[in-house]
């Protein structure tokens, strides 16, 4: 915070007035024209990605974008594919805008192509053609896992035989630890076939608010033409883009080892304390979670209140699941608490998977 | 600016851990409870309004705000009654959720009960019977007038015999120069037919983007619903709490009698140059507007760019006319430029005006 506080006094000793002026107007409808340079920016050395700054809409976190460019995209009863387990977030967002949510096959590495194009096969046949797939390409919520590069082409060519769009939600990308980030979608494919959305609210603090989208122009249109008001927090903006332009690197450098650390000692409770029960879990290259799988037939999502009343956390999978499937899983987060505490966790959560009888 | 940063400031070396908390989370759906407990004691000393924290909402500005309760009261081809010139960005939001918008009757104290009255009547027997009341009854946006208490009163008997909730926005409320403040709608009737909606944005910086809103628990939830996320930047609210708790008066003290100076300024310029031409012309206690009606038949809007180019600016009043009228009338800005460019450029519009034949 202070990092932040000391960006924004910068700001102020430096641009007094356009400051006064900026902030005696609406922020611009796309937010910030600095972060939006910024973001510009830092799209092209991280993700290789080109777009105008123009060509981004910065929004109250990737929420907003997601929200936005859903209402631009989807009409209800519309089928929209995402991954078999799905940010909750997101979820809800398609169900409150009445799409028909599927999700499609995944393994540890995320969607698999053939799988996703038979998905498609088998709905259009039944007279529910997908109309555009979500995914979380790197670092995926729940799962953790990263799509690799082959397959994100290979999906690239689905989505443009069966003329389905792709929005990729990259709002994990900086929380890499491990691994090499892949290409993003939008790095591959920029025919307008792909909505790239991400976030500097994962990167900071979630309390910031401030995400972004890029699409075409047109998606873009009619994206902002559902927006309530104008852009977001015009404060906020000043702190973020001074607060990344100097510490970006030194941040990710600082917190990055540190989620990895934590995993590690999350890691290290599952392998002393699930192995040989049958359950599975996966090894995240980066993000906030892990994914953790019990044999078929042991419900977890039941249990998880009197669980979590004894001292341990999880979402079970069922709040991912479009298919209402995932009884036995469940999304375990280590960004939060100490390595010791993840351990720890880990080990009372075998306890009390135990004592139910699930284990 | 910095008064918000040291507010900011003060808040991480005085609650560092809460905020670091806080910061890691979403906002809440209400937005930041610091910022609303501090709402709730500011609506009752300044409004004698009895509201708890938990029933008031934060939102994105007050623009949020009304959009969110515009999508909880109102269906497609509703009728929704205004004031005969109401702020554009209220009426676009009407528009885009389909409302069928009808302006009342106005007078220079704002909306006439009778007329008001008559205007139900007349759109009731023609089945087009309105479903809600949207007025700005202080420092009214685009008129800059203030609707007595007496009327009020009238105003919710009518609204209590025809069915017909009212949305009193307050966005100008804390920009009093002259005069006093009249009775909240609210604070006259918490029946829950009345939506009370204000902003902090005002007050401060409009690049803040924070406001809220009150209104019954069933209206509330139901707005909420149409919400894209989680609640207003907290960042924001720490810096806003922080601030007005520590500056609320001296602000409004200080920089109240500079918009007064800035407003009579206007005034002298259009006592100056536009007495005995027919002109008339409002004298707001506070806001930022003073509303300009030359005599019928005047078309000012069609000539709005080349004045506009010529160095003076105003927004025509068919920006405001939900029935479509005002080709005579404009809006005039008195709180951003200084109070000699406010004469100066109402010399210069009078000028322009005959140039252009209108006067």
Not at 32 to 47: N, Q
Not at 225 to 240: D, E, M, R
Not at 318 to 340: H, K, S, V, Y
Request: with cysteine.
């Amino acid at each position: 915070m202070y990092g932040l506080i000391e960006a924004l006094k910068a700001k102020v000793d430096s641009d007094g007035e356009q400051v006064a002026r900026e902030m005696a107007y609406y922020p611009h409808v796309l937010g910030s024209p600095e972060l939006r340079e910024y973001t510009s920016a830092k799209l092209k050395e991280d993700r290789n990605i080109d777009v105008d700054p123009d060509g981004i809409v910065l929004t109250a976190g990737s929420g907003e974008s997601i929200a936005l460019l859903i209402q631009a995209i989807t009409d209800p009863g519309d089928v929209v594919l995402t991954e078999q387990f799905v940010y909750g977030g997101t979820l809800n967002q398609l169900r409150k805008f009445k799409a028909d949510v599927v999700g499609a096959p995944i393994d540890d590495k995320g969607l698999i192509p053939e799988a996703l194009e038979e998905t498609i096969k088998k709905l259009t046949a039944e007279g529910r053609k997908p109309k555009w797939l979500y995914t979380i390409p790197e670092h995926q919520n729940p799962t953790g896992s990263t799509l690799p590069d082959s397959r994100r082409r290979e999906i690239l060519d689905i989505a443009h035989r069966y003329g389905m769009p792709i929005m990729e939600d990259e709002c994990y990308i900086d929380l890499r630890f491990d691994g090499e980030a892949q290409s993003a979608f939008r790095e591959l494919d920029d025919s307008g076939i792909v909505m790239h959305v991400a976030s500097f609210s994962k990167l900071i603090a979630p309390g910031l608010r401030m995400g972004y989208f890029v699409a075409s122009q047109e998606v873009t249109e009619r994206a902002l033409s559902f927006k309530h008001g104008s852009g977001p927090n015009q404060f906020a903006a000043y702190a973020i883009t001074g607060y990344l332009k100097e510490n970006l690197h030194k941040h990710r450098d600082t917190f990055n080892p540190i989620l990895k650390e934590k995993k590690e000692a999350m890691q290290r409770g599952l392998e002393d304390h699930f192995s040989g029960t049958g359950a599975t879990w996966s090894n995240p290259q980066g993000g906030c979670y892990t994914w953790l799988e019990l044999p078929e037939g042991k419900d977890i999502s039941a249990i998880r209140d009197e669980v979590f009343d004894a001292g341990v956390g999880y979402l079970a999978g069922i709040n991912f699941a479009p298919n209402g499937d995932g009884q036995n899983m469940a999304r375990l987060c280590f960004a939060f608490e100490t390595p010791e505490k993840n351990y720890d966790g880990i080990a009372l959560l075998a306890q009390l998977f135990r004592k139910h009888g699930v284990m």
